[in-house]
């Protein structure tokens, strides 16, 4: 059974012809071989999205660490500044002032160095269709090809998933490192007032 229809789009006449499907061979179960391949692949891309999304959030974060780098060059640079100490006060606040500007140096570039790791190139896993060729399953039962697929489907993203919370879980600890590198940044600009 054929549809003739016609459609005008910007001053322009198309015609269209579409053609129904009625074949009583097709069942319930097509349809759920369908939306079980759906949703699979669905979640699949997901997991794909993911990934570019925390190289996203990656390149946002080292940006936000060139501003803490220049801060940091700014707080290393005042060292230049201060005298030798006259009383004990002084001695202290230059030893804390020390003890804070090797803990915010070294925890800045740990936390560089763990952002820079997460920019590697990190292999997900992927499906590749031509397996199906190669086993020859072309001609198989549809409803057999349909779970196979899937169930590779499924084994791609529980590898993917794994990889993304591992590399989630670094990246999270790089933001949380964050708040103290920025606390003990701005404690140090304090202290330095003191010990001029």
């Given amino acids: 059974m054929t549809n003739e229809y ?7 006449t198309y015609h269209i012809t579409v053609e129904h499907n009625n ?15 759906e949703t699979t692949k669905a979640e699949y891309d997901h ?6 999304k925390l190289d996203n959030k990656v390149y946002i974060i080292l940006t936000v660490y060139a501003f803490l780098f220049v801060l940091l060059c700014d707080i290393i640079k005042k060292i230049s500044d201060f005298s030798f100490p006259k009383d004990n006060v002084q001695l202290a606040l230059l030893i804390i002032y ?26 997900i896993q992927r499906f590749d269709p ?3 060729l190669k086993r020859e399953m072309i001609d ?15 084994q791609c993203i529980d ?7 591992k ?21 140090l600009m304090f202290i330095s007032n003191f010990i001029l």
């Avoid at 057999?144 to 489907?153: E, F, N």
Wanted: glycine share 0%.
């Fill in 130 to 132: 031509q397996i199906i």
């Fill in 167 to 187: 590399r989630f879980e670094k990246f999270n600890k790089c933001v949380n490192c964050m708040i103290p590198l920025i606390i003990i940044s701005i404690f």
């Fill in 98 to 123: 020390s003890i804070l500007l090797t803990l915010n140096v070294s925890l800045y570039v740990l936390t560089l160095i763990q952002l820079t790791h997460l920019l590697k190139g990190v292999a």
């Fill in 140 to 154: 198989a039962n549809s409803k057999a090809v349909a779970k196979y697929i899937c169930s590779r489907y499924n």
């Fill in 6 to 12: 016609t459609v005008n789009v910007d001053k322009r």
């Fill in 159 to 165: 590898t993917n998933k794994n990889i993304l919370e």
């Fill in 23 to 37: 074949n009583p061979s097709q069942n319930h179960t097509d349809f759920s071989e369908e939306l079980s391949y």
């Fill in 47 to 52: 997991c794909v999205q993911r990934s570019e």
